[in-house]
């Protein structure tokens, strides 16, 4: 298993009486990309810059490739790159030209900074904007060029602050797939601060809940959700042709319940706008569907929807409004 190349100890940043990142502890391995999911004003933003050492925290320890942030924050800022929400270029010098400049500033000098930014230009599909000038650039071609513009330093960890925000779909989709595709290939650890949850749960490996400042959950999402959902992990949805007693009748819904009774993994059964919901602790889907069938009900559909990010993220809302 990789190492922890990010490790953040009860860390805690505080303006006056007010909490933004209250006793934060997480740590992210080297390779995986990590999401950290939670709405505008979380604290995200502030728990990067206390990574990067541009803020220092009240209380707690930060520490980025071994390195501590806020004892040596220019060491740490050699190997971590950084693209935030809003990405600004020189408006008036093209997009080879703004990299050739931030390889120049990163000590990349010479023919090595041509050479690595037309690479970069290429991987991110900006090879034939390169002569253009930033000022003439969509915001799709503003991200891609400003994770460009992370990578030319060959930073092994590369955080992304709302990444695809005023990015159109497609863009946005061919954004996501270039964040995994680099991350595979060169092995760099990627930390994406989103409020997007389905961005979020294509692209990462584990996720962290971050709401008003600290860190409900943290995990993949199988796992999450086996905990939240309390051993029913997933749902099978089951649309029936000739349910007995009526097809809006709860009754139908505990005759079902006795049907599948029989099977391991088979939890409670309920009618929801004429759709039978399941809940299991296995996949069961086709010893479900053998016992309708044999029961002559008429299968009409069967679904297995297992609990995603959304489900997940919106049940620890429910549960913070409850206390």
């Known amino acids: 298993m990789a190492e922890n190349i990010i490790e953040l100890r009860d860390l805690t940043k505080k303006y006056g009486s007010f909490t933004a990142v209250d006793q934060l502890s997480l740590a992210i391995r080297g390779g995986e990309i990590f999401g950290l999911l939670g709405p505008n004003g979380a604290g995200k ?15 707690g320890s930060v520490r980025v490739c071994g390195i501590d942030s806020t004892g040596n924050p220019t060491e740490v800022k050699k190997r971590v790159g950084y693209l935030p929400e809003n990405v600004g270029f020189y408006e008036d010098m093209t997009g080879l030209q703004n990299l050739i400049f931030t ?109 008003e400042g600290r860190l409900l959950a943290e995990g993949d999402i199988r796992s999450l959700s086996e905990n939240l959902f309390a051993g029913s992990p997933y749902t099978v949805e089951i649309g029936l042709r000739n349910p007995p007693q009526g097809y809006h009748d709860q009754n139908s819904a505990r005759w079902l319940q006795e049907l599948l009774g029989s099977i391991e993994g088979v939890g409670n059964v309920s009618l929801n706008y004429g759709k039978y919901m399941v809940e299991c ?43």
């Open 281 to 323: 602790t296995r996949d069961v889907a086709s010893e479900i569907a053998a016992k309708v069938v044999e029961a002559g009900a008429g299968l009409n559909y069967l679904n297995r929807k297992e609990y995603g990010l959304d489900d997940i993220y919106h049940r620890y809302f429910e549960g913070r409004e409850e206390q």
């Open 103 to 211: 390889g120049r500033l990163n000590s990349v000098t010479g023919m090595e900074a041509m050479e690595r930014a037309e690479e970069l230009l290429l991987k991110v599909g900006l090879t034939e904007h390169a002569g253009k000038k930033t000022l003439k650039y969509s915001r799709g071609m503003l991200q891609r060029l400003g994770l460009a513009d992370v990578l030319i330093k060959n930073p092994e960890i590369i955080i992304l602050d709302e990444p695809t925000l005023g990015i159109d779909p497609s863009g946005v989709r061919e954004f996501l797939d270039l964040i995994v595709r680099l991350s595979r290939e060169q092995g760099i650890t990627v930390l994406f601060c989103s409020h997007h949850l389905h961005q979020v749960q294509q692209v990462c490996d584990r996720v962290g809940i971050f709401v």
């Open 45 to 59: 933003t502030t728990t990067i810059l206390m990574m990067l050492g541009l803020t220092d925290p009240t209380s």
